[in-house]
């Protein structure tokens, strides 16, 4: 399964495959059209340049950013951590002190409402989802739920795992190895 970002670039590379034009073409033709909000950007490019909704949302979502506003890592981080959550922090960094031994290749990609956990692909993501509990939520394929590990249901399509935890004690062996084994897999 693609991560975003790789479905964001899959989309970027086809929309200038099918349309002719770059994305920053797009976002030129956007602002010289003068529309101001970002139905009337998606309206005018799908009238007016036949565009299917997709990319005109695209188009129209970067057309209104403003330049540079892309948060950091560190940003998004401290931002998931900040005023009711912030007591939820030493639950992360136990689960990336863990993760961090699996590997050199761990890659920790931070979101904006969760932190991604990364080898060639997503094997884990850490989401602060309540003021006293973090989700960790884990891919292990095939196997079957069991106690604290449950199946993410509705939580979140990108893992098939998840396990709550209110305390940095619950990073525990248990947990580790589940991480250790979706690492593995990864």
């Not at 403003?66 to 922090?89: F, H, M, N, T």
Request: proline residues 4%; glycine residues 8%.
């Amino acid at each position: 399964m693609a991560t975003p970002e790789e479905a964001l670039a899959t989309m970027v590379r086809n929309l200038e495959e099918n349309s002719g034009k770059s994305l920053d073409q797009w976002i030129k033709i956007a602002r010289q059209s003068k529309a101001a909000k970002h139905g009337e950007i998606v309206k005018f490019l799908k009238s007016e340049h036949k565009l299917g909704h997709g990319y005109a949302n695209l188009i129209a979502m970067r057309t209104l950013q403003p330049a540079g506003d892309e948060p950091s890592g560190d940003d998004l981080i401290e931002a998931q951590y900040e005023g009711a959550k912030a007591a939820l922090r030493p639950i992360y960094e136990a689960v990336i002190k863990t993760v961090g031994k699996f590997g050199s290749d761990v890659e920790v990609a931070p979101k904006k409402t969760y932190v991604s956990l990364r080898r060639s692909k997503q094997f884990a993501l850490v989401q602060p989802s309540t003021a006293t509990r973090i989700d960790i939520g884990i891919n292990l394929k095939g196997v079957s739920p069991t106690g604290r590990l449950e199946a993410s249901g509705s939580f979140n399509a990108m893992v098939s795992h998840r396990v709550r935890v209110s305390k940095p004690s619950e990073v525990d062996a248990e947990l580790q190895g589940w991480l250790k084994k979706a690492y593995d897999a990864a």
